[in-house]
């Protein structure tokens, strides 16, 4: 019998954080996930691998960008892929990790 991962296929990029050392707001963190994460498993997510105190989730679907590119004889279209963001706003007073820009 096989066994499956918690959430294998699914990913978080972190994008920016803020409120971390603020006294009146709760921290907040911005994701980049993946446009078929709904907000109970992005929850999820966090609460299980991570042991974070997640508060509420609000998403955002946003769309690839696209380009163009104009060469000597044809104009090339071409789209980047849809993505989800989704803003987290975890417990005030939470111990939340920001890493250190390189």
Same mark, same amino acid.
């Given at each position: 019998?096989?066994?499956?991962?918690?959430?294998? &296929?699914?990913?978080?990029?972190?994008?920016?954080?803020?409120?971390?050392?603020?006294?009146?707001?709760?921290?907040?963190?911005?994701?980049?996930?993946?446009?078929?994460? &709904?907000?109970?498993?992005?929850?999820?997510?966090?609460? &299980?691998?991570?042991?974070?105190?997640?508060?509420?989730?609000?998403?955002?679907?946003?769309?690839?960008?696209?380009?163009?590119?104009?060469?000597?004889?044809?104009?090339?279209?071409?789209?980047?892929?849809?993505?989800?963001?989704?803003?987290?706003?975890?417990?005030?007073?939470?111990?939340?990790?920001?890493?250190?820009?390189?």
């Amino acid at each position: 019998m096989p066994i499956f991962d918690y959430f294998p &296929n699914k990913y978080l990029t972190l994008i920016s954080m803020k409120y971390l050392k603020h006294s009146s707001h709760p921290p907040q963190a911005v994701f980049k996930v993946q446009p078929s994460m &709904n907000k109970l498993e992005i929850k999820d997510y966090l609460r &299980n691998i991570y042991g974070l105190p997640v508060k509420k989730v609000m998403t955002q679907n946003m769309l690839g960008p696209r380009k163009r590119i104009i060469g000597k004889r044809k104009i090339f279209y071409y789209k980047r892929p849809d993505f989800k963001r989704a803003i987290v706003t975890f417990e005030r007073g939470a111990n939340v990790y920001q890493p250190k820009n390189p």
